[in-house]
T-cell receptor
């Protein structure tokens, strides 16, 4: 059974650019969540989608957005990149609301 | 603001010892509790989940939950050097809320 797949694995972008990250959840999982992980702040919640609807949103500026498609695949977009956006972006999926998440390998974003 | 607190460590234990990792949470209504293991440069991996008060054992791992004290712990018996990693505690407040993570405790197991 395939796990959570995130692409790309690594990205280097310049300040002011925008970026789109992709996540394919485990087959059958309809809930997808995104987290940002940095050494100082740990795992911080970005947003959660369920059946194409954003169910929860974290405390991030509007430059961070996301969506989920009918096949449960999800994308997140960051516009007008800042140096502080450099982080590991993790996508996770779960089968049921009560379950724990299964994480993908992450996308390492570096903003220069 | 829902908070999950963990000692950052590192917690150093010798091989074969019991490692005890602790976590406290602020939301008394929390319902689901999870422990993740994260190796350096890798993504978090779910190792234990617990939903009711008491102990839950899985191999060398035991999760303990005390809702009255708002306290979750993870015991690792017969610790191995391969257990050296950061352990993240995660808490969900209600059925449809997100997971809130602690910042993790680094565990170092020396041969």
């Amino acid at each position: 059974k395939a796990g959570v797949t995130q692409t790309p694995r690594y990205l280097i972008k310049t300040r002011g650019q925008q970026v789109t990250l992709s996540c394919s959840p485990i087959s059958g999982h309809r809930s997808v969540s995104w987290y940002q992980q940095t050494p100082g702040q740990g795992l911080q919640f970005l947003f959660e989608y369920f059946s194409e609807t954003q169910r929860n949103k974290g405390n991030f500026p509007g430059r961070f957005s996301g969506r989920q498609f009918s096949n449960s695949r999800s994308e997140m977009n960051v516009s007008t990149l800042e140096l502080g956006d450099s982080a590991l972006y993790l996508c996770a999926s779960s089968l049921a609301p009560r379950d724990g998440y299964t994480f993908g390998s992450g996308t390492r974003l570096t903003v220069v | 603001q829902k908070e999950v607190e963990q000692n950052s460590g590192p917690l150093s234990v010798p091989e074969g010892a019991i490692a005890s990792l602790n976590c406290t949470y602020s939301d008394r209504g929390s319902q689901s509790f999870f422990w993740y293991r994260q190796y350096s440069g890798k993504s978090p991996e779910l190792i234990m989940s617990i939903y009711s008060n008491g102990d839950k054992e899985d191999g060398r791992f035991t999760a303990q939950l005390n809702k009255a004290s708002q306290y979750v712990s993870l015991l690792i018996r017969d610790s191995q050097p391969s257990d050296s990693a950061t352990y993240l505690c995660a808490v969900r407040s209600s059925g449809y809320s997100t997971l809130t993570f602690g910042k993790g405790t680094m565990l170092l197991v020396s041969p």
